[in-house]
């Protein structure tokens, strides 16, 4: 079997010997992100191989060493460097990143711009919570693959990593609140003085602020140093554009992943709940309120209503996430578990519109249904379901019911209140959905353990 490869000075064909092509067969498999991997074989990935001592430029001259691996997500890894002077964050998007990044139709690099000039001129409160940008550049490797740089303030990890910290591994309530009343802040600053939607919302978006030194950092580098997987992986070559294709020879390569290792959350952090600091990350996909240029937005677990049946959305789309994230922060499980029915031929987006009734405990608005483009895949011209529609009044309060299941120590006032602040974060109709500063009012806040 031969291998095409597409590169712009032209396609190269591979032929593969037996020991290649039984780990083309099988699969290249990883433990963290698809290191090397071009985005020929992963459309939606092209992750670079960095080193710790490797040495970067931003736009604006700074020399930047890598010196441990922080973590990674669905489209770029995350880096500790030295600035000379301090320790930052380099967040390195994939290839697919990048160039959606960089697309002329989207303009996120225009937007993300914009965004950081408002996070270091503007004196809202909600600035405080919001991971800061502190440059950008273009990182380009010898075989021309490109890969946006984003060097960021320095936080610590994301909430969804510290559940080892509490019994349980949940949270307790007041931490929860402490978390929300800041992350509203932050996006009321985003929704109201940049006029941006975030639209990517999740629990590895929001961060525990742990304010060390360069000295404690230094230590903690000291004590516990980078580590690697044991066993290696399996990659491509770095160099496959400039091979001669007469020439056999392998195609694949190890490589030795490196184990993310996030900064600790502050020592005693789960002890002093209302001291502990949380940030908002992860700009890469924001929009415009005003001109937006992309609707496929938002993880699907995420996805508000109104981006599932193609309609008019606006900053509502982050309540809507936001919801969702407190609710697995509570309870450490997904609140939308959608299963597709191929048997009774029922969509996953049918079967999630169905789950989003059965939650909020309402239909979905006949106005809404009629201005929305896709409606006529999931409703009826009356507005009823073509699935079927959940009969919320004859059953139990589902979403109150899987808190109490994920929770049970709870008290009834404690499950009440935070039942009714996250149905307020999904309702359906966005038009009724609060804005975040509106939900920083709601009691459930205010409320102490």
Same mark, same amino acid.
């Given at each position: 079997?031969?291998?095409?490869?597409?590169?712009?000075? &032209?396609?190269?064909?591979?032929?593969?010997?037996?020991?290649?092509?039984?780990?083309?067969?099988?699969? $290249?498999?990883?433990?963290?992100?698809?290191? #090397?991997?071009?985005?020929?074989?992963?459309?939606? #990935?092209?992750?670079?191989?960095?080193?710790?001592?490797?040495?970067?430029?931003?736009?604006?001259?700074?020399?930047?060493?890598?010196?441990?691996?922080?973590?990674?997500?669905?489209?770029?890894?995350?880096?500790?460097?030295?600035?000379?002077?301090?320790?930052?964050?380099?967040?390195?998007?994939?290839?697919?990143?990048?160039?959606?990044?960089?697309? %002329?139709?989207?303009?996120?690099?225009?937007?993300?711009?914009?965004?950081?000039?408002?996070?270091?001129?503007?004196?809202? %409160?909600?600035?405080?919570?919001?991971?800061?940008?502190?440059?950008?550049?273009?990182?380009?490797? %010898?075989?021309?693959?490109?890969?946006?740089?984003?060097?960021?303030? $320095?936080?610590?990890?994301?909430?969804?990593?510290?559940?080892?910290?509490?019994?349980?591994?949940?949270?307790?309530?007041?931490?929860?609140?402490?978390?929300?009343?800041?992350?509203?802040?932050?996006?009321?600053?985003?929704?109201?003085?940049?006029?941006?939607?975030?639209?990517?919302?999740?629990?590895?978006?929001?961060?525990?602020?742990? %304010? $060390?030194?360069?000295?404690?950092?230094?230590?903690?580098?000291?004590?516990?140093?980078?580590?690697?997987?044991?066993?290696?992986?399996?990659?491509?070559?770095?160099?496959?554009?400039?091979?001669?294709?007469?020439?056999?020879?392998?195609?694949?390569?190890? @490589?030795?992943?490196?184990?993310?290792?996030?900064?600790?959350?502050?020592?005693?952090?789960?002890?002093?709940?209302?001291?502990?600091?949380?940030?908002?990350?992860?700009?890469?996909?924001?929009?415009? $309120?005003?001109?937006?240029?992309?609707?496929?937005?938002?993880?699907?677990?995420?996805?508000?209503?109104?981006?599932?049946?193609?309609?008019?959305?606006?900053?509502?789309?982050?309540?809507?996430?936001?919801?969702?994230?407190?609710?697995?922060?509570?309870?450490?499980?997904?609140?939308?578990?959608?299963?597709?029915?191929?048997?009774?031929?029922?969509?996953?987006?049918?079967?999630?519109?169905?789950?989003?009734?059965?939650?909020?405990?309402?239909?979905?608005?006949?106005?809404?249904?009629?201005?929305?483009?896709?409606?006529?895949?999931?409703?009826?011209?009356?507005?009823?379901?073509? @699935? &079927?529609?959940?009969?919320?009044?004859?059953?139990?309060?589902?979403?109150?019911?899987?808190?109490?299941?994920?929770?049970?120590?709870?008290?009834?006032?404690?499950?009440?209140?935070?039942?009714?602040?996250?149905?307020?974060?999904?309702?359906?109709?966005?038009?009724?959905?609060?804005?975040?500063?509106?939900?920083?009012?709601?009691?459930?806040?205010?409320?102490?353990?």
């Amino acid at each position: 079997m031969s291998l095409v490869c597409a590169f712009d000075s &032209g396609n190269y064909e591979f032929e593969l010997d037996d020991y290649d092509q039984a780990i083309f067969d099988g699969g $290249l498999m990883f433990n963290e992100e698809e290191v #090397g991997v071009p985005m020929m074989f992963a459309p939606e #990935g092209g992750f670079p191989e960095v080193k710790i001592g490797d040495l970067f430029q931003d736009s604006d001259n700074t020399s930047l060493e890598v010196v441990r691996k922080l973590g990674f997500g669905n489209d770029s890894s995350v880096w500790l460097v030295h600035t000379g002077k301090h320790y930052s964050a380099l967040r390195m998007l994939s290839q697919y990143a990048t160039n959606t990044f960089h697309s %002329p139709l989207h303009d996120t690099s225009g937007i993300y711009d914009e965004f950081s000039k408002h996070s270091k001129t503007n004196f809202h %409160p909600g600035i405080e919570h919001l991971v800061k940008p502190e440059s950008t550049f273009l990182w380009t490797l %010898p075989n021309t693959n490109k890969h946006q740089c984003l060097l960021l303030e $320095l936080a610590g990890p994301p909430v969804a990593c510290v559940r080892q910290y509490f019994e349980d591994r949940l949270p307790p309530l007041n931490l929860i609140r402490n978390l929300c009343r800041q992350l509203l802040l932050a996006l009321d600053f985003v929704h109201k003085e940049c006029e941006l939607v975030h639209t990517d919302i999740t629990p590895d978006k929001i961060l525990i602020v742990n %304010p $060390l030194s360069s000295y404690d950092i230094q230590d903690l580098i000291s004590k516990t140093p980078q580590k690697w997987y044991t066993k290696p992986s399996t990659t491509f070559c770095d160099d496959l554009h400039i091979r001669d294709p007469d020439t056999p020879s392998t195609i694949f390569r190890s @490589v030795q992943e490196m184990v993310s290792q996030p900064i600790p959350p502050p020592h005693g952090f789960h002890r002093q709940l209302e001291k502990t600091v949380f940030r908002l990350s992860g700009f890469t996909k924001v929009q415009r $309120l005003a001109n937006q240029t992309k609707d496929d937005i938002s993880i699907p677990r995420m996805r508000a209503p109104e981006i599932v049946l193609g309609h008019q959305w606006n900053e509502k789309v982050d309540i809507w996430s936001f919801g969702c994230t407190i609710y697995e922060i509570l309870t450490g499980k997904h609140l939308f578990k959608v299963r597709p029915d191929e048997i009774r031929e029922i969509s996953y987006d049918s079967e999630h519109l169905l789950l989003m009734n059965m939650v909020s405990r309402s239909d979905f608005p006949l106005h809404m249904i009629k201005r929305s483009t896709n409606a006529h895949r999931y409703f009826h011209i009356d507005g009823t379901p073509i @699935v &079927g529609r959940y009969a919320f009044e004859a059953h139990t309060d589902v979403l109150a019911s899987n808190i109490a299941q994920a929770r049970p120590s709870m008290t009834k006032v404690d499950l009440a209140a935070v039942t009714v602040f996250i149905r307020a974060c999904l309702i359906l109709d966005p038009d009724k959905r609060p804005g975040a500063a509106q939900l920083r009012a709601d009691p459930f806040l205010y409320m102490f353990e």
